[in-house]
């Protein structure tokens, strides 16, 4: 209520983190019948796929997804997973594809999702999210204070998103 928000913020001293699951795929080989799409196993949920420039620790660009094989093969930048298959399709820089870049599995798409009012969040750390880190949607009077954002928003969004509130 007004005048007596929620506060949401750690119980002691340490910090308080939510930790998005990004890992790195390895072993790809050249999908069967293609040129440019190379496939590797990669089971369970798949939010966004990224792509680090040599080697580099800082993930620089997400890739596109489509909606089947074929249309991995249409374009660069491209990813299709299969879940069924437990198959991770990508178009990204033909050949030397491997010893070049290293790709980034994201299976989280958001950190924290606020939708609530008069309510305050303090003291989070939020890191490895695909979509956003922090999405406060359709609230009122929503205090975000002392988060650290990190590696969020790879394949699209951003560290916080504020979207149809009333004085966030």
Known sequence: AEGQPVTVRPAGDGPVRFLGRVEVAQGFRRAEGTEKTYVAEVTGQVAAVAVDWGRTR?????LQPVKSVEEVEAGVG????DPEAGRLYVNYQGTAFEPEHTIHVLRDSQG???SGSWLVVEGLTLAG???NGVTVEGAEQVTLRDLRVSQCGYAWGAAMNLY????A
């Open 129 to 131: 999210f695909a979509a």
């Open 112 to 114: 924290l999702h606020v």
């Open 164 to 167: 149809q509130n009333n004085r």
């Open 58 to 62: 800082l993930v620089i660009e997400g």
């Open 78 to 81: 491209r990813w299709f997973h």
